[in-house]
């Protein structure tokens, strides 16, 4: 996929496409772990932390998403990112990743991390956080330990 192809701008929080977006995101993770350690939000909650949220497009499409949430001054997290099945494995996770931490970068942000699951569906998603230079760490914000979860870090 070309680079001229994808573009990423701010998303609309009312637009009911990123809204069913999210809505099929969530349905995704159902089946990854109990409830209680699946740590995807819906858009309300996302707007409730304050999180900055970007779309990916692709010929007038909606093909990904994700956020970027406080945790403490200077330290933010990636949250709620999803690429449309669909389209997995072309790159678009990798350029919503690089714009988030880009992002994160030019405000002075000094260190952004991330929950991830630990069952298989999201092995591609930790090798692309490994391959941005994130690293295992512990939990951090309100997170606790829990089997389900792999907590990464790296500095912005």
Same mark, same amino acid.
């Given at each position: $996929?070309?680079?001229? =192809?994808?573009? #990423?701008?701010?998303? =609309?929080?009312?637009?009911?496409?990123?809204?069913?977006?999210?809505?099929?995101h969530?349905a995704e993770?159902?089946?990854t772990?109990?409830?209680?350690?699946? /740590?995807?939000? @819906?858009? #309300?909650?996302?707007q !409730?932390?304050?999180?900055?949220?970007?779309?990916?497009?692709?010929?007038?499409?909606?093909?990904? $998403?994700?956020?970027?949430?406080?945790?403490? +001054?200077?330290?933010?997290?990636?949250?709620? $990112? &999803?690429? *449309? +099945?669909?389209? &997995?494995?072309?790159? #678009?996770?990798?350029?919503?990743? *690089?714009?988030?931490? !880009?992002?994160?970068?030019?405000? *002075?942000?000094?260190?952004?991390?991330?929950?991830?699951?630990?069952?298989? %569906? %999201?092995?591609?998603?930790?090798?692309?956080?490994?391959s941005?230079?994130?690293? @295992?760490?512990? +939990? %951090?914000?309100?997170?606790?330990? *829990?089997? /389900?979860?792999? %907590?990464?870090?790296? @500095?912005?």
């Amino acid at each position: $996929m070309g680079r001229m =192809d994808l573009s #990423i701008a701010p998303a =609309d929080l009312d637009s009911p496409e990123l809204e069913a977006f999210v809505v099929a995101h969530l349905a995704e993770l159902e089946h990854t772990a109990p409830e209680e350690s699946r /740590h995807a939000k @819906p858009l #309300i909650a996302l707007q !409730e932390a304050a999180a900055r949220v970007w779309v990916a497009g692709l010929g007038g499409r909606l093909v990904g $998403m994700v956020a970027l949430a406080p945790v403490e +001054p200077l330290h933010e997290e990636v949250k709620s $990112m &999803r690429t *449309d +099945p669909a389209l &997995r494995g072309r790159g #678009i996770g990798r350029r919503l990743l *690089d714009h988030v931490l !880009e992002n994160a970068h030019v405000r *002075d942000v000094e260190r952004v991390s991330l929950e991830t699951g630990s069952a298989e %569906f %999201f092995a591609p998603a930790r090798r692309l956080y490994a391959s941005a230079g994130f690293e @295992p760490c512990g +939990p %951090f914000g309100g997170y606790v330990e *829990d089997p /389900h979860s792999v %907590f990464m870090t790296r @500095p912005a």
